[in-house]
């Protein structure tokens, strides 16, 4: 539990349900939701109890506008669950060739997570297709470092 959360005995009860709806809306790709919700001070990082972020939900369901949305807001796009998942290695996994697009061009790392999405495109024998955009991704071997500038 990082220091910014509450212990769960301390949540309010319709603060689970509520954000149970949101982790819901995200898996649906709901965008009217998020599209009210995050410029309202929505977290876009929010996290469920296994560590999935909104947009590992959206990208694991083939949601590419919602992707988007969340990454416009601020998400990270190489946030990884309890796993180690990322969601460009959740993306090439479900063959979801929208958002694999969506999350590299906002800074997604193909070296990042355990597996990683490179070591996923070679189990799910995707490299003819990706491998060369995976290469050249604006977030390769970032994930991790502090922002320079």
């Known amino acids: 539990?990082?220091?910014?959360?509450?212990?769960?005995?301390?949540?309010?009860?319709e603060a689970i349900e509520f954000a149970s709806r949101l982790y819901n809306a995200a898996r649906a790709g709901q965008m009217d939701v998020f599209e009210q919700a995050l410029p309202a001070g929505l977290p876009a990082n929010l996290t469920n109890e296994k560590g999935d972020t909104l947009l590992m939900l959206a990208a694991y369901h083939g949601h590419a506008d919602l992707v988007k949305l969340l990454i416009?807001?601020?998400a990270d796009?190489?946030?990884?669950?309890d796993r180690g998942q990322s969601p460009?290695?959740?993306?090439i996994f479900k063959k979801e060739d929208a958002v694999i697009e969506v999350l590299l061009e906002g800074g997604a790392d193909p070296d990042h997570g355990s597996p990683s999405a490179l070591d996923c495109l070679s189990m799910f024998k995707?490299?003819?297709?990706?491998?060369?955009?995976?290469?050249?991704?604006?977030?390769?071997?970032?994930a991790?470092?502090?922002?320079?500038?």
């Open 72 to 74: 416009q807001h601020g």
């Open 1 to 13: 539990m990082s220091s910014n959360e509450a212990p769960a005995s301390h949540i309010p009860p």
């Open 144 to 149: 991790g470092k502090p922002a320079s500038g």
């Open 88 to 91: 460009l290695a959740g993306a």
């Open 126 to 142: 995707q490299e003819e297709k990706w491998g060369e955009k995976f290469n050249t991704a604006p977030g390769k071997g970032k």
């Open 77 to 81: 796009p190489n946030r990884v669950n």
